[in-house]
């Protein structure tokens, strides 16, 4: 039996039975899930997804921002639309996409696009549902080359498989509800709210997107080794990355480890993936 307690906040009562089937609610409301499976490294976390945010619901609203995205890059003149540059990701594109069903067999059923803008921003990423989208400051600042260009992109199509958008969403949602039970329990001003939601955003955010991009560079690696894309490309594409980041890292690398670190686990990993590249090579001759 639950016992009921009255807290006084200063805005009125909050029962402590109100606190408990609130609480109950965030953790029924959510289920254990594991988006991908197979592979020869994979991953082996459990995620936890709201069930009324289905991959459907996320997939709707990714459709809806990039064609938006899309839309404004067109009436600026900054989507490239045609040109080498273009076909150059669109190959890279295939030839990984190509390997997803690896981790995840209605991956390869998902309607795959690639986007190139236009601008000096060093960024790239790949929407839930399969949205790849690219700027051509990446490409040209680092001085990209295929395989570089291939360890960005597993990297990126990585989160859509594991569907860390989803996941991200759905830890916002409770992360807010949480924000709104504290406030209603103790009664805190504005101010103090604000520093509360910080609280939660680095105790619970930071260290959840550093372990997704982890995840991310894990999958990503077999998956351009298994296109045909020489792994050890991850390596060299993060040392241009911290080359040229100095002091003022660039939103690509904004939650992303320390690259010591990111190098060191990348290596790690080398000898694991190399076969299926070199498989992959020595069946092309």
């Not at 360890?151 to 989160?159: L, R």
């Not at 504005?190 to 372990?211: F, K, T």
Request: proline share 3%; net charge neutral.
């Amino acid at each position: 039996m639950i016992k009921s307690r009255i807290v006084s906040t200063g805005k009125g009562i909050f029962t402590g039975t109100a606190t408990a089937l609130l609480l109950a609610l965030m953790l029924t409301g959510c289920q254990s899930v594991h988006t991908t499976s197979g592979g020869t490294v994979g991953v082996g976390r459990e995620q936890r997804m709201l069930t009324l945010l289905s991959s459907a619901e996320v997939d709707q609203m990714s459709a809806q921002s990039y064609q938006q995205m899309r839309q404004q890059a067109k009436e600026s003149k900054t989507l490239v639309v045609s040109g080498r540059d273009l076909r150059r990701l669109q190959k890279i594109a295939d030839r990984i996409t190509s390997q997803v069903a690896t981790f995840r067999a209605d991956a390869s059923r998902w309607p795959w696009q690639v986007s190139l803008i236009r601008d000096e921003t060093i960024n790239a990423s790949c929407l839930p549902g399969g949205r790849i989208v690219f700027y051509t400051g990446i490409i040209e600042t680092l001085d990209l080359n295929d395989d570089e260009i291939a360890a960005i992109m597993g990297h990126e199509i990585a989160h859509a498989l594991r569907e860390h958008g989803r996941e991200a969403m759905s830890q916002a949602y409770v992360m807010q509800l949480g924000s709104a039970l504290t406030g209603a329990l103790l009664g805190v001003n504005e101010g103090a709210m604000d520093l509360a939601n910080q609280v939660v955003h680095y105790a619970l955010a930071l260290p959840n997107s550093r372990e997704k991009e982890a995840e991310a560079d894990i999958i990503g690696l077999e998956l351009m080794a298994r296109a045909g894309y020489n792994p050890e490309a991850a390596i060299s594409l993060w040392q241009k990355m911290a080359a040229h980041s100095g002091q003022n890292p660039p939103e690509f690398m904004s939650t992303h480890p320390a690259t010591k670190t990111r190098i060191d686990g990348l290596r790690s990993l080398l000898p694991r993936v190399q076969p299926l590249y070199w498989q992959t090579l020595s069946g092309a001759n």
